[in-house]
């Protein structure tokens, strides 16, 4: 169904459509960042048929995530329930850059920034995705590892490109 064109895999149109249906429409940079973690190895602008199945089961674990965490039932996520969301999730991010991750989200308004599903995704994903790099890294998990700087600018600059 969500392959509309019937070419065997989903792009990024096919896929915001799918993902937007039941809920608000998603954010076109949420959906690249979701195709950039997802997508077949071998295909750079394409999920074929396994890797939407494991997008889609990611995206309905987030779902309860944030409904859980959605504690005032606001419908949406602040800094602090997501800050308990992710510590739930086992990542201990600091305050300190949380403020500046969910900054991004500011809509100059001068109210308290809330982040809908899809931003929450976003965030979310991000830092799970980042986390992941640096624990391939952190192989004793000790929380501390060395990175030459080659390293670290091809662990970063995928996030910052892929999908912006
Ligand atoms: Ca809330």
């Known amino acids: 169904m969500v392959d509309r064109d019937r070419s065997g895999f989903i792009d990024e149109n096919e896929l915001q459509q799918a993902i937007s249906s039941g809920y608000q429409r998603f954010n076109i940079r949420t959906v690249r960042l979701l195709m950039f973690l997802f997508k077949n190895p071998n295909d750079s602008l394409r999920c074929g048929p396994k890797e939407f199945a494991a997008l889609w089961s990611c995206l309905g674990q987030w779902r309860g995530i944030f409904e859980r965490y959605d504690k005032d039932r606001s419908g949406k996520i602040d800094l602090f329930e ?56 952190d192989k004793r998990h000790t929380g501390t590892t060395t990175f030459n700087y080659d390293e670290f600018m091809s662990m970063i600059i995928p996030f910052l490109v892929s999908y912006d």
């Open 82 to 137: 997501l800050r308990d969301a992710l510590y739930s999730l086992g990542f201990a991010i600091p305050s300190s850059v949380l403020q500046v991750l969910i900054s991004k989200y500011d809509d100059g308004s001068g109210r308290r920034v809330e982040l809908n599903f899809d931003s929450f995704v976003e965030c979310g994903m991000m830092l799970k995705g980042l986390t992941e790099k640096f624990k391939e890294k």
